[in-house]
């Protein structure tokens, strides 16, 4: 499996930015493809995933209603839509993928970040005030 994530960038708070990530290699439906992301001098944490079926997604609450993750079967990439960005969104943000068989749901697999086998380079969004 290989991740290549783009599209981060600089804006003001209050504006978007969409992040690409390119997915080759997945070998099933029930694997995920999602976010992280970690702010200097803190830990890395959940942002989105979408199973690669398409079939459910699970957001992390401090973005939820900002951001939408969604998938694209004929491109095999997941995006991010960021809306109404915030300074704390700052990040340096990472594409994973694992397989959700290993952990029974999706939403439990997203509070553990070792579940996820497999890590894209990560792509800076830095929000400005």
């Known amino acids: 499996v290989q991740l290549q994530a783009s599209g981060g960038g600089s804006v003001q708070a209050g504006g978007s930015l969409r992040l690409s990530c390119v997915a080759s290699?997945?070998?099933?439906?029930?694997?995920?493809v999602g976010w992280f992301r970690q702010a200097p001098g803190k830990e890395r944490e959940f942002v989105a995933a979408?199973?690669?079926?398409?079939?459910?997604?699970y957001y992390a609450e401090s973005v939820k209603g900002r951001f939408t993750i969604s998938r694209d079967n004929a491109e095999s990439a997941v995006y991010l839509q960021m809306n109404s960005l915030k300074p704390e969104d700052t990040a340096v943000y990472y594409c994973?993928?694992?397989?959700?068989?290993?952990?029974?749901?999706?939403?439990?697999?997203?509070?553990?970040?070792?579940?996820?086998?497999?890590w894209g380079q990560g792509t800076l969004v830095t929000v400005s005030s």
């Open positions: 994973v993928a694992g397989d959700v068989r290993k952990t029974v749901t999706l939403a439990t697999m997203c509070a553990h970040s070792e579940r996820f086998d497999y």
């Open positions: 290699g997945i070998p099933s439906d029930s694997y995920a």
């Open positions: 979408v199973t690669w079926s398409g079939g459910k997604s």
